[in-house]
């Protein structure tokens, strides 16, 4: 498949790269995507909820009524969870959700992630660019040209481009990063993935070996 590499103005260089089968043409595997993501998701909680149960909440520990002849339920403890302030009944606690997944499955999930955005034609490859200082404004112009500014856009770039990233930092639909961390939810979140043209060998030896 060959996609067609435009500068920053959005126009084209009169150049073409020819996308690897291995990397974007493959039949997806929707299985491997969703356990990709979930992998991804689950990997971002804090699992840090906690609630009280009843031998942590502050409170009297004496019987609170007698034992029998009240008409109603025994009832040793005010810390009961069936009384109000008292202690939740098998609560939340602090726990790791994260999960291991095979180094084979994740990278079928993204190749499978690429080769559904490359279907649907939301693949752009660009010509390698940088910016002297950091500055949003550089960054916004990018996005109008390449008719990018009201979606969601994922920026794929060699590791090189920090004054690039620094720019997109502030606005909310363009994300930017190298092509070492790039991941299956990220690509599958975005309308369209731009790739520089100088990060698509990495991309594809990664992906394909």
Known sequence: ?????????????????????????????????????????ANKRQGTHKAKERAEIVGSTRKIKKQKGTGTARAGSIKSPIFRGGGRAFGPRPRNYSFKLNKGLKKLARQSALSIKAKEENIVVIEKFDFDTPKTKNFTS???????????????????????????????????????????????????VVISESCLEEIESNFSK
């Open 1 to 41: 498949m060959k996609v067609a590499v435009i500068d920053i103005n959005g126009k084209k260089t009169g150049r073409s790269v020819e996308l690897s089968k291995a990397v974007f043409g493959i039949e997806p595997n929707d299985h491997a995507i969703y356990l990709d993501v979930k992998q991804h998701l």
């Open 142 to 192: 990018i996005l109008k040209a390449l008719e990018l500014e009201n979606k969601k856009s994922l920026f794929v770039l060699d590791g090189s481009n920090n004054n690039v990233y620094l720019s997109s930092r502030n606005l909310e639909r363009a994300n930017v990063i190298s092509g070492s961390e790039l991941n299956t939810y990220k690509v599958l979140n975005a309308n369209k």
